[in-house]
């Protein structure tokens, strides 16, 4: 099962993980304007990872 993490590089903090089967790209940039939007106004570096986990 691969995830998509959502990570503040300013904040060094994990925001978010979801299963990337349910959550597409689009929907991710949504999550992150209406949950994460105080990092966005602050200037904040966010990027999605793409995570792997094993088994
Ligand atoms: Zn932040």
Known sequence: M???EIYCHNCKKILGRYNEKYFSDMKIAEIIKSNHA???????QIVVRRIARDS
């Open 38 to 44: 105080s990092h966005i106004h602050e200037g904040h």
């Open 2 to 4: 691969d995830f998509k």
